[in-house]
């Protein structure tokens, strides 16, 4: 196939390429050239999105059987991007997430579920963030002459990540110790890699599959407890998790999903953060390798970043417990236990 993506050298966008290279597509890649290299054998072509001139030159005399939009997050700037490319691809396949429904992560999702009321001509603080992917969608819809295929994934992990959740908690298990952890160690899961979600997209394209497909991992495929001892089976750590009720945390103003990453309390908005169903994709295909097997490969990646690579960021929001508010809650928690005469170490 011959196929362009918007991006292609991060996270979701790098795996892809690198899976359509191996398979032996010919891929071209768009972007500004500024989050890093793109893999040897594509055409890259210099431009920026958000400029109508540098999007008339990429398509003036290419065509391809599909164009791959791993990066579009404002619905104006996309539908622009749609309508230049009309014409010049068959099938435009838009990343979305699950964020594009109304309901999630409150509530379990699936396809046929509502999404943000946002429009297809939105732009940056029109709507609320998490509203623009409904809007992107929409405008992929309404301007695109042609095919349109949407993917959206819940929690992506793996190596390259750029958000980094699952690297913090394999940095922080490889330090060792006790391990303040959030809720409890049987607590369901849902965790997808990306090299799958990208063996997805690439195999929906090949076959002219188009329509819409969440694409979030199969759920329970493991568990909080279960994670954290993976962690702490591929870091070779002595790392003992403390597992602590979302309440104690809560009431001690522990922020969700950015100082304990993955970490959601219940009944506080998402109970169903990791319930979407992935049954229409698995239908077509989609499989999730173990998530030991991820944990393996990420530990491996994470590794070899270097101690110069920075924080891990979720936007603009450092991820990670402060160590010493960390030891400081686990010896709350250690005095609240005993005193009801129990373990605190369970």
């Known amino acids: 196939m011959r196929i362009l993506v918007i991006g292609g050298t991060e996270f979701l966008g790098r795996a ?64 622009e991007t749609a309508r230049i490319l009309s014409g010049h691809a068959d099938t435009y396949l838009f990343v979305s997430s699950c964020h594009a429904y109304a309901d999630w992560p409150a509530e379990p999702v699936d396809e046929r579920s509502p999404r943000h009321p946002c429009p297809p001509d939105a732009e940056r603080g029109d709507v609320p963030p998490n509203a623009l992917k409904a809007g992107c969608e929409r405008a992929v819809e309404q301007h695109f002459d042609g095919g ?43 965790l997808v890699d990306v090299r799958d979600i990208a063996a997805f997209m690439l195999g929906a394209l090949s076959e002219g599959t188009t329509g819409r497909f969440l694409a979030t991992g199969i759920r329970s495929n493991t568990t909080w407890g279960d994670l954290l001892r993976d962690c702490t089976a591929v870091t070779g750590s002595d790392a003992e998790p403390v597992w602590v009720d979302d309440a104690f945390l809560a009431e001690r103003g522990v922020e969700p999903w950015t100082e304990l990453p993955l970490w959601m309390p219940l009944g506080k908005g998402g109970d169903g953060v990791w319930l979407a169903s992935s ?31 920075g924080p891990w960021m979720q936007g603009e929001t450092p991820l990670g417990i402060d160590p010493g508010k960390e030891s400081r809650l686990l010896a709350e928690w250690d005095a609240a236990v005993s005193g009801r005469g129990g373990d605190a170490g369970s």
């Open 279 to 309: 049954a229409a994709a698995r239908e077509r295909g989609f499989h999730c390798r173990p998530v030991a097997e991820t944990v393996r490969d990420t530990w491996e990646w994470v590794r070899g970043r270097g101690a110069d690579a």
């Open 148 to 190: 349109v295929l949407i993917v959206n994934p819940g929690l992506i992990v793996g190596p390259y990540d750029d958000v980094g959740r699952l690297p913090w908690w394999l940095e922080r298990i490889a330090r060792g110790g006790r391990v303040l952890a959030g809720g409890a160690p049987d607590r369901a899961m849902q």
């Open 16 to 79: 892809f390429v690198a899976q359509a290279l191996e398979r032996g597509d010919r891929v071209t890649t768009f972007n500004r050239g500024l989050s890093g290299p793109d893999a040897p054998g594509v055409e890259t072509v210099r431009g920026d999105r958000e400029v109508a001139g540098d999007l008339r030159a990429l398509v003036e005399g290419r065509r391809w059987d599909a164009v791959v939009d791993t990066r579009g997050g404002v619905p104006k700037v996309v539908g």
